[in-house]
């Protein structure tokens, strides 16, 4: 189910990183690689590769960039379903490869096709390769559609967060001018701001031109 040069690339690209750096991320680390190593566990075959099914795994976390238990769960389950297609695929090839060793026709073409109607009368192991391989598809696009609707909703989420933050209370901004306004009526009820009433106007002194003052006429 995988070639060689990919198990070695894998595990070249494995062996340069370093590892998480802080506390919580070993720990995050540890416990990822025990979720895969119990998921591998329940999945794979005697004769099937761990480290194409991790690297598998890692392709599709990279890809979607699951986030929380439960987006993580649905990208396994995608992964799941895709393994089992391809290993249903491994499976028909393998029965019509043996099944057109034993024909005896002139040409590639009529063997396959005697291989086939000889499996399909003798055998229901290609109808059940063929019943199993729709309720995979079915899984697998289930789970991708529940993912998406998923990360969907929490990028909506995030964004509204973005745009509409809320407000932080502030004492310095809290409005005092009423009680101020109550004050200065207490101290002083006739004072212009807090009275209704124009304020009075002053009329200045009228000067009578050509009028001597008292003080100054000669007697």
């Known amino acids: 189910m995988s070639s060689q040069r990919k198990i070695d690339s894998c595990r070249a690209n494995g062996a340069k990183s370093r590892g998480p750096k802080t506390v919580a991320g070993r720990e995050k680390s540890s416990m990822n690689a025990l979720r895969h190593g119990l998921t591998a566990e329940t999945i794979l075959l005697a004769n099937e590769s761990p480290e194409r099914f991790k690297y598998v795994r890692d392709s599709y976390i990279e890809q979607f960039h699951p986030v929380g238990e439960v987006e993580l769960d649905l990208v396994e389950e995608m992964v799941v379903a895709?393994?089992?297609?391809?290993?249903?695929?491994?499976?028909?090839?393998?029965?019509?490869?043996?099944?057109?060793?034993?024909?005896?026709?002139?040409?590639?073409?009529?063997?396959?096709?005697?291989?086939?109607?000889?499996?399909?009368?003798?055998?229901?192991?290609?109808?059940?390769?063929?019943?199993?391989?729709?309720?995979?598809?079915?899984?697998?696009?289930?789970?991708?559609?529940?993912?998406?609707?998923?990360?969907?909703?929490?990028?909506?989420e995030n964004d509204t967060r973005q745009t509409n933050p809320i407000p932080q209370m502030n004492a310095l901004h809290l409005v005092k001018t009423p009680v101020a306004s109550a004050q200065s009526r207490a101290t002083n009820p006739q004072s212009p701001a807090t009275s209704h009433q124009p304020p009075a106007t002053v009329t200045p002194p009228r000067v009578l031109v050509g009028v001597v003052p008292c003080a100054e006429v000669k007697r």
Not at 120 to 139: F, G, I, V, W
Request: charged share 30%; no cysteine; aromatic share 6%.
């Open 82 to 156: 895709k393994w089992r297609q391809r290993r249903n695929q491994t499976i028909e090839a393998a029965l019509l490869n043996r099944e057109m060793e034993q024909q005896d026709e002139p040409d590639e073409i009529n063997r396959l096709a005697t291989a086939f109607v000889s499996l399909a009368e003798n055998s229901n192991a290609l109808a059940l390769l063929t019943r199993y391989e729709p309720r995979l598809q079915r899984d697998y696009h289930r789970a991708l559609k529940s993912l998406l609707n998923l990360q969907a909703i929490r990028k909506k």
